[in-house]
């Protein structure tokens, strides 16, 4: 908790300084030219130099992530003067780091020998991730330039869905074979410039490619070089098909703290390898999206995104929420009799909409949860059930006496108190069914249980609320 704290008061001191840089030359370039002068230019043209100099010293000395970070922090127009100070070797690596709304931006200010440029730094897996966002003569640009190997990479990665395994996977890793010394592998590795990133492990494969088993690094370093690959390999591992879902896969890797795992198909062919980096990303990208989706926004928007993109982004669950404050406000309409002959009923019905709407989202959260972490099955989904709507009977007989009370010793009715806990008690007993039943439909109709979820809640809890409350009574009060 405190690197991270550290790494974000290290990025936000970057981003005052970049700040700051771009501020005295704007403050300066303005006053040349309020000046003017037949010197003018020449002066401009030095103070121009003088603080891009300095802030592309600055910015030569940030990791890439660091700058991806101070890119979304911009606005569009002091975004660009950045992002052309940076140097074009680490064009690449930078697209990769910032948000997909901001590499929209930074993308359509670059043209497309820049593209090809950047691009072709990277490797297969992390061109497949750019690809998406790249005009289509960039990706045959591209292609043209890469190996037979790299363009079969490519072609891997771009062919599996966002959400699988194939789409996280690295083609970068060390393979070997079992019928070797490990003095052989030592030697081996010794003639490589670098390992790859995060490799903990090395892959034994045949001579067909296919996976025989895994040769941990500290079992090499520590073991005698004579032996045999075959005798130290550890013929039991995690694997994952490129065709699994990328979220059981991260959950593999929390369960057995894996650094890496291979990737191998169907026939037992080693395709490529999971890497902890790329889970992390992964679960990072997830939980930003469903706290987008929790929020009603349809896509990753960018802070400084124009006033119409922003509209758009966000219409849609505005649109959810109009219809169903007007299917709410219908449903008080109806009891208009009732609320003008005990206007306590006004001042009361907020309170049964509100509390069965937070418990709704609660049981909604943890649905939508034990949903992505693949623990809700057919045999637990009933016991679930039953537990959800045990919880909330307990908690609305326990709040709505509460309230009762309440309402009781201000209105000194004990009808309105009964009512009061009795409509808690079955309003919240409606926000439990329909909170374990909204995630579980939109799942099993194969859209995202996050996204809307809570919307919905909020809306039925709140009409529902309404109609329990005033229903009740107009029956036993009115």
């Not at 300066?28 to 592309?56: C, F, I, K, S």
């Not at 897996?125 to 998406?132: G, T």
């Not at 592998?185 to 490589?192: G, P, Q, T």
């Amino acid at each position: 908790m405190a690197d991270r704290q550290d790494k974000r008061g290290g990025n936000e001191h970057h981003l005052q300084q970049v700040v700051a840089l771009l501020h005295r030359h704007e403050l300066v370039e303005n006053l040349v030219q309020r000046e003017g002068g037949a010197r003018q230019p020449l002066v401009e043209h030095l103070v121009h130099r003088q603080h891009l100099n300095e802030l592309q010293q600055l910015l030569d000395r940030l990791h890439p992530a660091d700058i991806a970070y101070v890119l979304e922090a911009l606005p569009l127009e002091q975004r660009l003067v950045v992002w052309d100070l940076v140097k074009a070797d680490r064009d690449g690596e930078i697209l990769l780091e910032v948000a997909d709304a901001v590499r929209e931006t930074l993308i359509a200010h670059m043209d497309e020998d820049e593209l090809v440029a950047a691009t072709g730094q990277l490797d297969a897996d992390e061109i497949a991730d750019l690809a998406p966002d790249l005009p289509e003569e960039v990706i045959q640009d591209v292609f043209k330039s890469l190996s037979g190997e790299e363009r079969e990479q490519l072609r891997s990665a771009m062919s599996y869905a966002e959400e699988t395994v194939g789409a996280q996977m690295d083609f970068e890793m060390i393979e070997i074979r079992e019928d070797v010394t490990l003095e052989v592998v030592l030697r081996y590795l010794r003639r490589l410039d670098q390992l790859p990133d995060h490799t903990d492990q090395l892959f034994v494969v045949d001579r067909e490619e296919r996976l025989r088993g895994l040769l941990p690094v500290n079992r090499l370093l520590v073991s005698d070089p004579e032996i045999m690959v075959a005798d130290v390999m550890t013929r039991e591992f995690t694997s994952f098909s490129p065709e699994q879902d990328a979220q059981e896969a991260a959950g593999a890797f929390e369960r057995y703290d894996l650094v890496s795992a291979p990737v191998v198909d169907g026939e037992g062919f080693l395709v490529g390898r999971m890497t902890v980096n790329a889970v992390v990303d992964y679960i990072r990208e997830s939980k930003d999206s469903e706290t987008l989706a929790a929020g009603g926004l349809a896509e990753d928007e960018d802070l400084f995104a124009s006033v119409w993109k922003s509209v758009r982004n966000r219409w849609a669950w505005l649109a959810v929420n109009l219809v169903t404050a007007f299917i709410a406000s219908r449903v008080i309409g109806v009891f208009e009799n009732s609320i003008a002959q005990l206007v306590a009923l006004a001042a009361l019905m907020p309170i049964v909409a509100g509390i069965g709407g937070n418990s709704g989202n609660q049981t909604t959260t943890m649905i939508v949860r034990a949903l992505a972490l693949g623990q809700i099955t057919r045999d637990n989904a009933r016991t679930l059930f039953i537990k959800e709507i045990s919880v909330s009977a307990l908690n609305g007989l326990l709040w709505g006496s509460i309230v009762g009370l309440f309402a009781f010793l201000i209105y000194h009715s004990w009808q309105l108190g009964l009512v009061m806990t009795g409509a808690m008690a079955l309003n919240l007993l409606l926000a439990a069914v329909m909170g374990v039943v909204i995630p579980l439909a939109m799942q099993r109709f194969g859209r995202d249980p996050a996204i809307g979820s809570s919307v919905m809640i909020t809306a039925i809890t709140d009409s529902g609320g309404f109609f329990i409350f005033l229903g009740l009574a107009t029956v036993f009060l009115v």
